[in-house]
């Protein structure tokens, strides 16, 4: 695996923000180094809810990224992973806690009106316009904008993703499982976001294909753009995490920086195999 933690890796290009986003970090910086949690630019705060009028899936979960961080919530399956993003989204109702975007609580907010705020998500499944052209996916992603900068953004991203410059007049659903998945990410960065939501990035792709997905998610968050994940990679997530969540039955069972983490006996024994 490339290491996440070396000074010069990644593009860092910080265009593709939205401006008055803070746009550098130092590379590989702890957890423990930065803000405390509650001060966090992104941060679903004791969230506890669950779908229409079902039971609690999330249970007082705290999840939460700054700039130039990824931030990867793992465990195991039925934990709530996928849930935690999505009510940060706010794709489920919230019957306790608060969700915060620089400093603002959108809590109450659709998950349309929390894209014109700065969030872009990249949901697990049906995530591209397969019949469009991988150019036609990207525009897209811009129909919330109303500068003349989109030529530039699409460029940057061609850039970031040079398979999607090469494939522009193709349609995305005849490429790749790991080509689909970075239209997908490209068409969330042409809304020029705040903040990056994954679900599951590199599910069903091979290896080979997951580690060059982590490599273009390292070079997105080196520019300076807060990167939300869930996966179900646990052991190469962590290993390119500023900060990590894992979750059981809803809760926050561990948090720390992705070295601490892999590092942890209980989270190795418990989740990572050994």
């Known amino acids: 695996m490339t290491n996440a933690y070396q000074d010069d890796r990644g593009n860092k290009d910080a265009s593709i923000t939205k401006r008055g986003t803070p746009s550098t970090m130092s590379p590989g910086t702890a957890t423990g180094e930065r803000s405390h949690t509650q001060d966090a630019f992104l941060i679903g705060d004791s969230m506890t809810g669950g779908y229409g009028q079902g039971p609690d899936i999330l249970h007082d979960c705290t999840i939460a990224v700054n700039p130039g961080e990824i931030a990867v919530i793992v465990g195991p399956n039925g934990a709530g992973k996928s849930t935690g993003m999505k009510a940060v989204f706010g794709m489920l109702n919230l019957r306790k806690g608060a969700v915060r975007l620089d400093g603002e609580d959108i809590t109450a907010l659709s998950p349309q009106d929390r894209v014109v705020k700065g969030m872009g998500f990249v949901p697990q499944t049906s995530n591209i316009f397969g019949s469009m052209t991988v150019q036609e996916n990207l525009e897209m992603g811009a129909f919330i904008r109303t500068d003349d900068k989109i030529v530039e953004t699409m460029e940057q991203i061609f850039e970031l993703f040079p398979i999607l410059g090469d494939k522009r007049r193709q349609a995305a659903g005849e490429l790749s499982g790991g080509q689909r998945q970075q239209v997908a990410v490209g068409r969330a ?86």
Do not use: C, W
């Not at 060059?212 to 994940?229: H, K, Q, W, Y």
């Not at 990590?244 to 039955?249: A, I, W």
């Open 189 to 274: 960065l042409m809304t020029k976001p705040k903040v990056l939501m994954l679900d599951e990035p590199t599910a069903g792709v091979s290896p080979i294909v997951m580690d060059e997905l982590f490599d273009r998610i390292i070079e997105v968050s080196r520019t300076g753009i807060p990167i939300l994940m869930v996966e179900q990679n646990a052991r190469q997530a962590l290993e390119i995490a500023d900060r990590g969540y894992v979750l059981v039955q809803g809760r926050n069972a561990h948090t720390g920086t992705g070295k601490e983490l892999l590092a942890d006996d209980d989270v190795r024994r418990s989740f990572l195999g050994g």
